[in-house]
């Protein structure tokens, strides 16, 4: 129609189509799509300044957001706000606190979630109120100000290459939302059990940290990174139910519920996806739980009910005494449950069901 159209790259360091192998195809691995494709590209676009004044245009028949009616009668989602300060200068906050205070440490400490070391930037970059360009090039400058940083500031800067390499799939790959990019997990023999599933969902499997991750998504929107590679883990190798379940669950409850992140990284989970973790990589709830809240800190903050239970069966109370469970005022089956499933016996089926695939691997 003689229209001349032009696109403008808001969201991304860099466009999909731009970061190809040298045969003109995408990437499906991570590290060469971030190292050897990106980072060998052009640097992304700096961040262009404040505008001094913005020209717009008054709609004056424009409706106000509350007669718009978006929020529903009930506020369910009260409790979340107790949690996030929303909006532009609120997230150059978050970035300026990480930085100068998370961002030392962060390639170790970022596993444990009692030591605050993520940049908890995820849902101001989902709704645009901070660009990856800025985070960008204020992590460069602050890397240059102190050397000490550069392997924390180059593990950080990473994590903004996952969520490239998301786009990335989502746009070579746009099924990738509801279908198995590796289409061999057609055959995939995932079980159906709504019982199980809701269990999950409650955060009330009776593995500790599986519950207390799964209970801080539902009362505060978000939940830790490492704690997301375990409860999909469980999900998808120990319960065997279907990657698509978690990704629609956590869609719902996170506030930094994005397609691209949330698709690419259940299929990673699931060993369904490009690049993903090794079919035969499954979380133990109990090792992970020890090893990364060693004090039982996160823990007994979302499961109270576990909170004078000693370290040592924190993460595995069914092997508690019973003086100690009822010194710690636990009863098992009735204010914590029992182990929904067997670890040994869920982890054998899983390993027996990705076999049942090896003419396709």
């Not at 808001?10 to 003109?24: A, F, Q």
């Not at 930037?121 to 100000?145: A, C, D, M, V």
């Not at 269990?199 to 801080?216: C, F, H, L, N, V």
Request: charged share 25%; hydrophobic share 35%; glycine share 6%.
């Amino acid at each position: 129609m003689d229209i001349d159209c032009q696109s403008f790259n808001s969201l991304l360091l860099w466009e999909p189509w731009e970061v190809l192998k040298s045969d003109k195809t995408p990437y499906k691995v991570f590290t060469p799509f971030y190292r050897k494709g990106c980072m060998k590209a052009s640097f992304p676009r700096e961040p262009l300044p404040v505008p001094e004044k913005l020209s717009l245009i008054k709609d004056i028949n424009s409706s106000s957001i509350e007669k718009l009616g978006l929020l529903p009668v009930i506020k369910w989602y009260s409790s979340l706000e107790n949690h996030w300060k929303i909006g532009e200068e609120n997230a150059q906050d978050v970035l300026k606190n990480f930085l100068e205070g998370n961002l030392d440490k962060y390639k170790e400490s970022r596993n444990f979630p009692t030591k605050n070391h993520t940049s908890h930037l995820s849902p101001y970059l989902h709704f645009g109120e901070i660009s990856p360009n800025q985070i960008w090039y204020k992590t460069q400058y602050k890397r240059l100000l102190g050397p000490s940083l550069d392997n924390d500031a180059d593990r950080f800067l990473s994590e903004l290459g996952w969520r490239e390499f998301s786009y990335y799939m989502l746009y070579h790959f746009p099924d990738i939302p509801t279908q198995n990019l590796q289409k061999k997990f057609d055959q995939f023999p995932w079980q159906s059990n709504t019982e199980l599933l809701q269990s999950w969902q409650k955060g009330q499997t009776g593995y500790p940290i599986i519950d207390a991750g799964m209970r801080e998504l539902w009362q505060t929107g978000y939940m830790h990174n490492r704690v997301r590679m375990i409860v999909g883990s469980f999900l998808t190798k120990n319960l065997l139910l279907d990657w698509r379940h978690g990704a629609a669950w956590f869609w719902d409850c996170l506030v930094d519920a994005d397609l691209a992140n949330n698709s690419a990284s259940w299929q990673w989970v699931a060993g369904t996806g490009v690049d993903p973790a090794p079919y035969f990589r499954i979380f133990n709830p109990i090792i992970q739980g020890e090893k990364f809240d060693p004090e039982g800190t996160y823990t007994r903050r979302f499961i109270p009910e576990l909170a004078l239970l000693p370290i040592k069966h924190l993460f595995k109370p069914w092997e508690a005494p019973p003086q100690v469970l009822e010194e710690a005022g636990v009863v098992l089956g009735k204010n914590y449950p029992k182990p929904i499933i067997d670890l040994a016996f869920s982890r054998e089926r899983a390993l027996a069901a990705f076999s049942s695939l090896t003419e396709y691997f």
